[in-house]
């Protein structure tokens, strides 16, 4: 008796350990894609692939990484085939999927008329030609990135309104310290002499709210409206950077109108912080779930809950250290 139960308990110990082994992989593999080194993420999710408990997310990080680096074919067929073997996950793979479908149809028109998307109305004159030039190819940039970011691609035209500094104090409701702000139609503030890095943060950044908009219907909080669209910009232009947020979602204020500069900059900060806390433990495309949650007119904590799940976390974990 005593020899089985020692054999047991060897059993035990090895799946224990198998399991822990595992575990700590899947960490890794999400750290890897997180930190963009898709050439360790790609090797080390083709060694899981074959394990019962990681085959699932290792081929959705492949997927994710042939859908980044434009292998849409390999990326739609690891989706097809992990819908067969997991037809309980048809939600979260269906909307890769449309995605993947969306990226296509760009493609295929995206040389007939480029700049269809986009009816940039000038406010103001620029003698620099290259300011214009800058401009509407930004924003064709965000226009392919945002696709693959929010899985979003407007079937409308998105009108874009550019000012001098004095028009746009003039003929905008925009906050006097804002140099753009999106109702509806994107504003922007633009100088003379703006450089390329701050025009694209700018552009990215509303046209950021404009798909958050879109998806949710108006119904985002705040601080991850503006959490999403600082990672959005801030990811595309290489100067991603946020700390550990200081305080809770549910301390932010909805509304900002009325506060001093120096607070909203201190809201911004932790709204960055927030959102990237949430993408650093999951990925990206967690951020499509929970706008398309809030575009159900589900609440925050709930839209959260959902999204997340599949990471093990929940609104209230996900911002655990």
């Known amino acids: 008796m005593r020899n089985v139960l020692r054999a047991f308990s060897i059993i035990l110990l090895l799946v224990v350990n198998t399991f822990a082994n595992v ?24 060694r899981l692939v074959d394990d019962p408990s990681a085959n699932f997310y290792a081929n959705l990080v492949l997927s994710d990484i042939d859908f980044l680096e434009g292998n849409l074919y390999s990326s739609k067929s690891r989706l097809e085939k992990l819908l067969e073997k997991y037809p309980e996950k048809k939600d979260q793979l269906q909307k890769r999927l449309e995605r993947i479908e969306k990226e296509e149809a760009f493609l295929r028109d995206v040389n007939k008329n480029q700049f269809r998307y986009f009816k940039i109305i000038w406010k103001t004159t620029f003698k620099n030609q290259k300011v214009y030039e800058d401009i509407e190819n930004i924003f064709m940039e965000a226009y392919q990135r945002g696709g693959k970011f929010f899985g979003w691609y ?39 002499n703006i450089g390329y890095k701050q025009l ?122």
């Open 23 to 46: 575990h700590d992989d899947l960490v890794l593999l999400n750290k890897l894609y997180q930190e963009k080194d898709y050439y360790k993420a790609k090797e080390l999710a083709e």
């Open 154 to 192: 407007p079937d409308e035209i998105i009108e874009v309104l550019i000012y001098s500094s004095k028009e746009y104090e003039t003929y905008t409701i925009m906050p006097h310290w804002s140099q753009g702000g999106y109702d509806g139609k994107i504003r922007l503030m633009i100088y003379e």
């Open 200 to 321: 694209l943060d700018l552009i990215f950044h509303e046209y950021a709210h404009a798909a958050i908009s879109y998806i949710t219907k108006g119904n985002c909080p705040t601080w991850l409206n503006e959490g999403i669209a600082q990672y959005f910009a801030s990811v595309n232009s290489g100067s991603l950077s946020f700390r550990t947020p200081k305080r809770s979602f549910k301390e932010i204020p909805n509304n900002w109108n009325g506060l001093k500069e120096s607070e909203i900059k201190e809201l911004y900060q932790e709204s960055l912080s927030l959102v990237g806390l949430i993408i650093s433990k999951t990925d990206d495309y967690v951020i499509q779930r929970i706008l398309e949650n809030l575009g159900k007119r589900m609440k925050i904590e709930p839209a959260i809950d959902d999204a997340v799940s599949i990471y093990g976390y929940n609104s209230k974990t996900i911002f655990n250290d």
